[in-house]
Nanobody, 128 residues
Framework: QVQLVESGGGLVQAGGSLRLSCAASGRTFSPYIMGWFRQAPGKEREFVAHIRWSGGTTTYADSVKGRFTISRDNVKNTMYLQMNSLKPEDTAVYYC?????????????????????WGQGTQVTVSS
């Protein structure tokens, strides 16, 4: 029903910037929320940020506050993650995800189980 396509990953030096994109299929797309997660080898999938689609309210993990900015273009059905001041510990596969209809409290959406649709992931590597 929903297809998410990520792009923008790559190799950057520490202190650099990168912008990730996640495009959703369909002429109309009005989910409750979209989010970004990341997963490093041998680690659990980690919440990065989410944005409520209608009002644009954002939430960030403490590890990325002040460095990353989540946004969306609801005309293009696209979500973005602007990553600045990148650190080697940001190295991971980054995934976008969405939930079409609210499940409950916002605690759902700082965990992977809150999302029903996922992109394929895009690799971000930050060199030291």
């Amino acid at each position: 029903q929903v297809q998410l396509v990520e792009s923008g990953g790559g190799l950057v030096q520490a202190g650099g910037s990168l912008r990730l994109s996640c495009a959703a299929s369909g002429r109309t797309f009005s989910p409750y929320i979209m989010g970004w997660f990341r997963q490093a080898p041998g680690k659990e999938r980690e919440f990065v940020a989410h944005i409520r689609w209608s009002g644009g309210t954002t939430t960030y993990a403490d590890s990325v506050k002040g460095r990353f900015t989540i946004s969306r273009d609801n005309v293009k059905n696209t979500m973005y993650l602007q990553m600045n001041s990148l650190k080697p510990e940001d190295t991971a596969v980054y995934y976008c995800a969405t939930d079409l209809v609210i499940k409950g409290g916002m605690y759902y959406y700082t965990h992977a189980y809150g999302y029903d649709y996922w992109g394929q992931g895009t690799q971000v590597t930050v060199s030291s």
